[in-house]
C-alpha cells in the first residue's frame, strides 16, 4: 500500500481538540527502581488533582507539559509497589533521575481486619464488580487522548498512525448499546502505511461479508482487480480488526462492558476465569490487591464476527485498592487453549499468545477514569514463501518468519476530562469520525501544545526508520 499524501483541507473543531495553552512547562526525566537502577515503565506521572499526566515509556522516561497556571501544583509520580514522588512543578529537577523505593504491605495484617472482609481472589473481584457503580463515573463525560497505533513484524515497522482523540461516554458502567459511547479523531500527526499485506485474503474476506461471494484467495487473479477495490477491502479489514470502536465496545473493555451480554467480566466470570490473591502492595500510600488471573473450567472466546476467536485460556493480573474495592490495573492476555485455536496460532501467527491488553485507571473526584490502554494482537498477513508439507534446505532459507508474522500495537494515553454538561451537549452535536486510518492535514501548532506518549528508544529507532523508507518510495 503506498504512502499517503496529506491533503491540504483542515476542519477544525474547537472543542473536539481542547483548548490550547500557549505557556507551558515541559518536565522531562527518568524513573527508575532505587534498588536495582532498571528504568520503571508505566509509572504514572500527574499534577495533583487534576487530569493532566502521561506515563513512562519502556525506559522509564517521559515528557510532560503543564500550562503554567499549574506551575504551583504538586507534580505526582507513583508506580504500583513503590513509595511516590512528590514535588511542585515549578521545583521539578529535569536533570536528575527520580528513584523511587519498594513499598510492600503485610498480607497476613489485611486478612485478619475483619470477619466480612472478603479473603480470597475470587471474593475480592466479585466485590469489585458488586462496587463498579460506586467506583466508575456516573455522569456523561468526555475524554482527550492520544493514540499510538503501530504494525510490525519482527523486523521492521510496518505502519504507523499518531491521532488525537476525543471519546464520549455517558456512563462507563452501562448494560450495552452503541449509543453511549463515541469516538472522534480530532488531529493526525504521522500516517505511514508500507504495509506488505495479503491483499487478496482481505478481499476475500471482504467479499463474503459484503457481497455474498465465498473465494479462496488462491482462486483470485491480482490482475483483474482494480485497485481502488483492494484499498476498500484492506480498510474495511483494518476497520474491522483494529477500529478503535471494537475496542472500546467489545468485551475486552472488560470493566466499562462488564454488564453488557456475554461479558467476561458478568455474571459467568468464574466459569472462564479464575483470581488467586498473590499479596498486598502500596500505590501512592493506599493499599492495593495484587490478583494472580488463572484459568477455569472453560474456555474464553470473543465471539468475534468472522474470525475463529475462541478457544482461549486468560491469565494476568488484576489490581484493586484495598479501601474502596475500586480496579485500578488489568494485566490481560488470551492465550491458545483448545487444539483448534492452538493451531490456528501456531500457523498464523507463530505465537500462542493472541491478545495482550493493558488497562490502567485514574481516580478524579472519586471516579476511576480510564488512564492508559495497551493492546497488542498478531495481524494475519501472508508475506513471501509459505512452503507446504515437507521442504529442503534451499527452500526453507526463503521462508523468513522476521517478516512474515505481523502483530500489531495500540496504545492510548487519556490526558483530560471534561465534565461539564454544556460542553458535552455541544460536542455531541458535531459529527464525529471513528475513523483512525483516515489521513488528516498535520496541525503543528496544535500538537506543539499536545501531551503525547513518548516513544521508547527502540520505537524512535524504528519509526525513524519508516520514515525514511517511506520517503523513499513517495520519490519512486
Known amino acids: 500500500m503506498k504512502f499517503l499524501n496529506i491533503k491540504p483541507t483542515v476542519i477544525i473543531i474547537l472543542l473536539l481538540f481542547g483548548s490550547f495553552s500557549f505557556g507551558q512547562t515541559e518536565l522531562k526525566n527518568k524513573v527508575v527502581d532505587f534498588m536495582t537502577m532498571m528504568p520503571i515503565e508505566n509509572a504514572s506521572v500527574y499534577v495533583q488533582n487534576t487530569t493532566i499526566g502521561t506515563i513512562t515509556n519502556a525506559d522509564g522516561k517521559f515528557v510532560l507539559l503543564v500550562p503554567k497556571e499549574f506551575e504551583n501544583d504538586s507534580i505526582v509520580v507513583s508506580s504500583i509497589g513503590f513509595k511516590s514522588f512528590k514535588t511542585t512543578v515549578d521545583q521539578f529537577d529535569n536533570d536528575f533521575d527520580i528513584l523511587l523505593e519498594e513499598d510492600v504491605a503485610s498480607l497476613d495484617e489485611i486478612l485478619i481486619v475483619a470477619e466480612n472482609r472478603p479473603k480470597t481472589g475470587n471474593d475480592i473481584v466479585l466485590r469489585a464488580l458488586e462496587k463498579l457503580q460506586d467506583n466508575l463515573p456516573e455522569q456523561q463525560y468526555l475524554q482527550k487522548g492520544f493514540l499510538r497505533h503501530k504494525e510490525r513484524n519482527k523486523k521492521q515497522f510496518k505502519w504507523l498512525v499518531e491521532s488525537a ?6 456512563s462507563s458502567y452501562v448494560s450495552g448499546g452503541k449509543d453511549n459511547l463515541k469516538i472522534n479523531v480530532d488531529q493526525v500527526r504521522k500516517s505511514y502505511d508500507l504495509r506488505d499485506v495479503d491483499s487478496l485474503f482481505s478481499y476475500s474476506t471482504y467479499l463474503k461479508y459484503n457481497a455474498n461471494v465465498n473465494l479462496r484467495p488462491k482462486n483470485l487473479r491480482r490482475d483483474t482487480i482494480k485497485k481502488e477495490s483492494l484499498i476498500k477491502s484492506i480498510k474495511w479489514n483494518d476497520t474491522r480488526v483494529n477500529g478503535l470502536e471494537n475496542l472500546f465496545k467489545g468485551k475486552l473493555n472488560l470493566v466499562r462492558n462488564s454488564k453488557s451480554p456475554k461479558a467476561l467480566f458478568g455474571d459467568n ?12 502492595l502500596v500505590d501512592n500510600e493506599r493499599k492495593i490487591y495484587k490478583i494472580q488471573i488463572n484459568k477455569s473450567e472453560d474456555f474464553v472466546g470473543l465471539n468475534t464476527k468472522g474470525i ?21 490495573k488489568i494485566e490481560y492476555q488470551l492465550k491458545a487453549g483448545s487444539k483448534a485455536q492452538k493451531s490456528r496460532s501456531k500457523t498464523l501467527f507463530d505465537t500462542q499468545i493472541n491478545h495482550k491488553l493493558v488497562i490502567s485507571y485514574t481516580e478524579y473526584q472519586d471516579r476511576m477514569y480510564p488512564n492508559y490502554i495497551y493492546y497488542e494482537t498478531p495481524k494475519l498477513v501472508n508475506v513471501g514463501y509459505k512452503p507446504t508439507g515437507k521442504i529442503n534446505k534451499e527452500e526453507e532459507a526463503q521462508f523468513n518468519k522476521e517478516e512474515r508474522f505481523y502483530y500489531t500495537v495500540q496504545e492510548i494515553l487519556f490526558t483530560e476530562i471534561i465534565q461539564d454538561p454544556d460542553k458535552v451537549e455541544t460536542a455531541l452535536q458535531q459529527d464525529w469520525d471513528p475513523d483512525i486510518f483516515s489521513v488528516k492535514p498535520y496541525n503543528k501548532q496544535f500538537w506543539d501544545n499536545y501531551n503525547t506518549l513518548l516513544e521508547s528508544e527502540e520505537d524512535e529507532k524504528l519509526i525513524n526508520d519508516l520514515t525514511k523508507r517511506s520517503s523513499l518510495y513517495k520519490k519512486e
Open 308 to 328: 475463529y476467536n475462541e478457544g482461549y485460556i486468560a491469565g494476568g493480573w488484576i489490581y484493586i485498592y484495598w479501601d474502596n474495592f475500586a480496579v485500578k
Open 165 to 170: 482523540i476525543t471519546l464520549y461516554d455517558d
Open 269 to 280: 466470570i468464574l466459569k472462564t476465569h479464575q483470581f488467586k490473591l498473590d499479596t498486598i
